[in-house]
């Protein structure tokens, strides 16, 4: 696994594990309740699971308040993990456009300039503005349907939206979830139930999850979450605009621009251990797999644990990371409001909704 590719994993599975139980609360009343036809838990959640919206284009705001100190924005190799503790620390601004399952456009406006996801048919690129890098990945013919959940990954490696964060908390529902309705509220100028999710037990950092969905459309329009004793949202995304028209063509097409710094990557239709969904990437003959996390427990308290060894050197002892986590019994610990990360001095990573002792815990075990 090299560095980049670890660093990858901050943004991408540890910000998902805080969901794994649920989904992002925010303080949603602001004026009389809105008028809507009366709906069960049960009726919003099956108008939440049922929703088919894919043709859209708005403006997405990400905020958070995790408790952790904001840290200074880096350049070169440090970057990649810079990017992914900036996601915790600092708020984004996210332009989205999607014309069906095969187009779809993020750009991600914050601290560190302006990211872009374009993904057009059998053809996706991601750049970074401010360090003129690009990347292109292809789908080999006749692989798409077996390989849609990378894709999927791909646009949640750039941002969280609603809909993603919606859609791990539908696949996360069990017992030890209560499902309940508050007031309807009205986001990005359209009306909307708002469902909430509550951990039944205490073993969880996450006290609730508040999921605006529209009632035309059943899309979710806004996600948050209230850490566990707590009234105001540690973190939310919310669209601020919505339009259901259909995005003009060009904004699918995408060219790097002179002198960017251009990756090609192949989506294959399966890993080398002959999984579907397989992803490599070729810089001359250097080949590149990532090592997935394996999920301990389920529910609210679920960690995400990579094993000894997984971490390099190089990445436990950065700088950057160092500030960012604080010494403990077998390594070194992130903690926040909501989530827990653990390094282990053997080279392991463990993180989930949960205390550091839990995941000190879920690391003695294994």
């Not at 750049?127 to 999927?152: C, H, Q, W």
């Not at 019994?329 to 653990?342: C, E, I, K, M, P």
Request: proline share 7%; no cysteine.
């Amino acid at each position: 696994m090299t560095t980049r590719r670890w660093q990858r994993w901050i943004p991408a599975a540890v910000i998902p594990v805080v969901v794994v139980g649920g989904a992002l609360a925010l303080p949603l009343r602001a004026g009389a309740e809105v008028p809507l036809p009366e709906r069960s838990p049960q009726e919003v959640l099956a108008l939440l699971a049922e929703s088919d919206v894919d043709t859209f284009s708005g403006t997405v705001e990400q905020t958070s308040d995790l408790g952790l100190p904001s840290l200074p924005s880096l350049s070169g190799e440090e970057m990649g993990l810079g990017a992914g503790l900036e996601v915790l620390t600092a708020d984004h601004e996210v332009r989205v456009y999607a014309d069906g399952p095969d187009r779809f456009r993020l750009q991600v406006l914050d601290e560190r300039g302006e990211r872009q996801l374009v993904l057009n048919g059998a053809e996706a690129w991601t750049y970074d503005f401010r360090e003129n890098e690009a990347m292109r990945v292809t789908l080999p013919d006749g692989a798409k349907e077996r390989i849609e959940s990378r894709l999927n990954e791909l646009k949640s490696e750039q941002t969280m939206t609603p809909s993603a964060i919606a859609e791990r908390a539908l696949a996360a529902i069990d017992p030890s979830t209560e499902v309940t309705t508050r007031d309807n509220v009205r986001v990005a100028g359209r009306s909307a139930y708002e469902l909430v999710l509550s951990p039944r037990y205490e073993d969880t950092l996450v006290g609730s999850v508040a999921i605006a969905v529209d009632a035309e459309t059943g899309m979710p329009l806004r996600a948050s979450i209230t850490a566990r004793g707590e009234t105001a949202p540690a973190a939310s995304v919310a669209f601020t605009r919505l339009s259901l028209d259909a995005p003009e063509e060009s904004l699918f097409t995408f060219s790097p621009p002179a002198g960017a710094a251009v990756t090609e990557k192949t989506l294959s239709e399966r890993t080398p251990s002959g999984d579907s969904a397989g992803v490599e990437a070729r810089s001359g003959e250097h080949h590149v797999t990532h090592e997935e996390p394996t999920v301990v427990g389920s529910g609210w308290s679920a960690v995400a644990a990579l094993p000894a060894g997984s971490v390099p050197a190089e990445v436990s002892s950065n700088p950057l990371l160092l500030e960012a986590t604080t010494p403990v019994a077998g390594g070194r610990a992130l903690s926040t409001a909501l989530f827990s990360v653990l390094l282990t001095d053997a080279g392991g990573a463990f993180a989930g909704a949960v205390p550091v002792e839990q995941l000190q815990a879920a690391a003695a075990a294994r």
